[in-house]
Structures are given as structure tokens and as C-alpha cells.
Nanobody
Framework: QVQLLEAGGGLVQAGGSLRLSCAASGRTFSRSAMTWFRQAPGKQREFVAGITWIASRTYYRDSVKGRFTISRNNANNTVYLQMTNLKPEDTAVYYC????????????????????WGQGTQVTVSS
């Protein structure tokens, strides 16, 4: 059974940092694009950051560029999201997503290209 398990969320003051992790099990994800989305109360789910399996290219939404860093460790089937200088508007449930292996040319920002989703982890940033 394929599972994505997020961890690392919590409550932090504005300006603080958190590191989210997404551990994949059930198969290897070394040839899958992996992405973080988030959903705030009353808002649509939105793309945050993604990393390809070819050359580990990274992509970010504009509002997190320079503050968030996505990375992956294929040896332990895990993707990370390092978040710094957090702002109250970053408050949301953060979800990890992955494509099936060997998919190429996917639009990382589109949530309908992903085949696997985690349950989410809550990030709350207080002002």
C-alpha cells in the first residue's frame, strides 16, 4: 500500500521556522515528481513548492520564494520543506503529493496530475 506521511507541522510565531517532511512508503518515489500544496480555511488548495525527479529541479509559488526550500532524499524516500521567516498567511494544512513514476512534462502546479496524497499536517503561524 502506497502511503505519504507528513510530519513537522505545528504552532510557530511569525518569523520562525519549521521543517516539514513527507515519508513515502509502499514503493520508491525516486522517479516521481513530489510537491507540497497547502489549504487554508475557506480557501482553495494551492501549490507551494515542487521538485522534479530529473535533475531535482525546484519550483515555488512567488509568495514563498526566498523563504521556503524543497529538497528530496531518494535514499530514504523522503521530501522536505524547510520554511523560514514564516508569516501568518502561511497558516494552512500542508499536503505532500507525488506522481506515478517516470511521468514527464507534468504541470507541477496543477493538483490533478498527482496520484498520491498525504493526509496533511497543520502549520499555524501566530502574529
Amino acid at each position: 500500500q502506497v502511503q505519504l506521511l507528513e510530519a513537522g507541522g505545528g504552532l510557530v510565531q511569525a518569523g520562525g521556522s519549521l521543517r516539514l517532511s513527507c515519508a513515502a512508503s509502499g514503493r520508491t518515489f525516486s522517479r516521481s515528481a513530489m510537491t507540497w500544496f497547502r489549504q487554508a480555511p475557506g480557501k482553495q488548495r494551492e501549490f507551494v513548492a515542487g521538485i522534479t525527479w530529473i535533475a531535482s529541479r525546484t519550483y515555488y509559488r512567488d509568495s514563498v520564494k526566498g523563504r521556503f526550500t524543497i529538497s528530496r532524499n531518494n535514499a530514504n524516500n523522503t521530501v522536505y520543506l524547510q520554511m523560514t521567516n514564516l508569516k501568518p498567511e502561511d497558516t494552512a494544512v500542508y499536503y505532500c503529493a507525488a506522481t506515478r513514476p517516470d511521468r514527464m512534462g507534468v504541470e507541477l502546479t496543477s493538483d490533478n496530475v498527482y496520484d498520491y496524497w498525504g493526509q496533511g499536517t497543520q502549520v499555524t503561524v501566530s502574529s
